[in-house]
């Protein structure tokens, strides 16, 4: 990642880039290591609002070098899978920048790219994929996005998304009155229920739920989730990374990524509040969090329900029969914030207290196993 001074003002966008850099990596080594192929797609690349001259604070400069790094450490252990990259951009100055960044730092990676709005390419698009395996990146700047359009490209073959939720942006517009604006919005759900959940107590949660929703069930992805990612200055959600996939370790590596993130956000948007005080009252009032693990109380807060449900959906699905560690274990991390120890420390417990029982449980092991039986205690 490039150092965060590259992004002040624009904090959220150094998260939403550290998830990029981290997921993409562990995406490109998994698939790479048993497959030939791997690509990735960039449906709205820019590069926008560089303040690197470089362009390192870009999502293409970002994935350029992480897909080089993982060519290079996959090399080491014999494996030589091509690794291609597709990037579409329709701003026509955007577009002349990013084929000098592609032509400087493409590398080892057969980087190729395509002018114009990416609805207008999905042919194109699906041509470059073929029958590879393909990790979409998809960072629209609005809703400027129909579901039936996206869900049907991401329908086709073996495939995972992150998928920015325009959260902030989409919630302004939510409330106009103006038939052509809910019309939009409407596309961008690909349907109108959205509007039923405009008075809800928790209508940040089920907005960004219902399209995640909607992904999940028009393009047939077997597992969904999203993460929600703060403005720098407020405790307020500027927008949230919606991610599917096909395949339970999937869900699993993003839950990861999660838990690193977490604590970064944590620490530049703490960054980010000091700097804007120092430059309000001139006065140096707390030293800037290092780097760390540390979970914030902020977070915490956060947490809590989520954990909390995610002992509902374990009693809830138990209650339909016994099932599997490996079944349970992507289900409820499909939970945003429920993260791999958590499901563990969770059957322990359960386990433990006589709530369940766990079959197959070997002596001195201390954690569950995917082939394990989980079922409800008599």
């Given at each position: 990642m490039p150092p965060i001074e590259h992004y002040k003002g624009?904090?959220?966008?150094?998260?939403?880039?550290?998830?990029?850099?981290?997921?993409?990596?562990?995406?490109?080594?998994?698939?790479?290591?048993?497959?030939?192929?791997?690509?990735?797609?960039?449906?709205?690349?820019?590069?926008?609002?560089?303040?690197?001259?470089?362009?390192?604070d870009t999502s293409v400069r970002i994935a350029l070098?992480?897909?080089?790094?993982?060519?290079?450490?996959?090399?080491e252990i014999e494996r030589r899978p091509r690794l291609r990259a597709l990037f579409v951009e329709k701003d026509p100055i955007a577009y002349k920048r990013l084929l000098h960044l592609l032509r400087d730092h493409a590398g080892e990676v057969d980087a190729v790219s395509l002018n114009g709005i990416f609805e207008h390419h999905l042919d194109d698009i699906s041509r470059f994929v073929g029958s590879r395996f393909a990790f979409y990146f998809?960072?629209?700047?609005?809703?400027?996005?129909?579901?039936?359009?996206?869900?049907?490209?991401?329908?086709?073959?073996?495939?995972?998304?992150?998928?920015?939720?325009?959260?902030?942006?989409?919630n302004r517009f939510t409330g106009d009155q103006r038939p052509a604006i809910k019309q939009s919005i409407d596309r961008y759900y690909g349907t109108t229920e959205w509007r039923a959940h405009l008075d809800s107590e928790?209508?940040?949660?089920?907005?960004?739920?219902?399209?995640?929703?909607?992904?999940?069930s028009l393009a047939k992805f077997d597992f969904a989730s999203y993460t929600r990612i703060l403005k720098p200055q407020h405790e307020r959600a500027y927008f949230h990374l919606a991610y599917a996939a096909r395949h339970p370790t999937g869900i699993l590596k993003f839950r990861e990524v999660e838990q690193k993130a977490m604590p970064e956000q944590d620490r530049v948007r703490e960054q980010a509040q000091?700097?804007?005080?120092?430059?309000?009252?001139?006065?140096?009032?707390?030293?800037?969090?290092?780097i760390s693990d540390t979970i914030s109380k902020g977070l915490m807060n956060e947490?809590?329900?989520?954990?909390?449900?995610?002992?509902?959906?374990?009693?809830?699905?138990?209650?339909?029969?016994?099932?599997?560690?490996?079944?349970?274990?992507?289900?409820?991390?499909?939970?945003?914030?429920v993260w791999k120890s958590d499901v563990d420390q969770?059957?322990?417990?359960?386990?433990?207290?006589?709530?369940?029982?766990?079959?197959?449980?070997?002596?001195?092991?201390?954690?569950?196993?995917?082939?394990?039986?989980?079922?409800?205690?008599?």
């Open positions: 624009r904090e959220q966008t150094y998260v939403k880039h550290y998830f990029l850099e981290h997921y993409l990596e562990r995406v490109a080594y998994r698939i790479g290591s048993f497959r030939d192929d791997f690509c990735y797609v960039d449906c709205f690349s820019g590069p926008w609002k560089a303040e690197d001259p470089e362009f390192g070098e992480k897909l080089n790094s993982v060519s290079r450490g996959l090399s998809i960072d629209p700047t609005g809703w400027d996005l129909d579901m039936d359009n996206l869900t049907s490209l991401l329908r086709a073959g073996q495939c995972e998304a992150m998928i920015n939720f325009m959260f902030d942006f989409v928790l209508r940040e949660r089920e907005l960004v739920e219902l399209y995640v929703k909607q992904i999940k000091h700097e804007h005080q120092f430059q309000r009252t001139g006065q140096q009032s707390f030293d800037l969090m290092p947490r809590t329900p989520r954990l909390k449900q995610s002992e509902e959906l374990l009693l809830q699905l138990l209650a339909r029969g016994p099932r599997t560690f490996a079944e349970i274990q992507p289900s409820l991390m499909e939970i945003p914030l969770l059957v322990i417990n359960w386990n433990k207290s006589g709530r369940i029982t766990l079959e197959g449980m070997r002596p001195r092991k201390r954690k569950p196993r995917g082939e394990q039986i989980i079922r409800l205690a008599k």
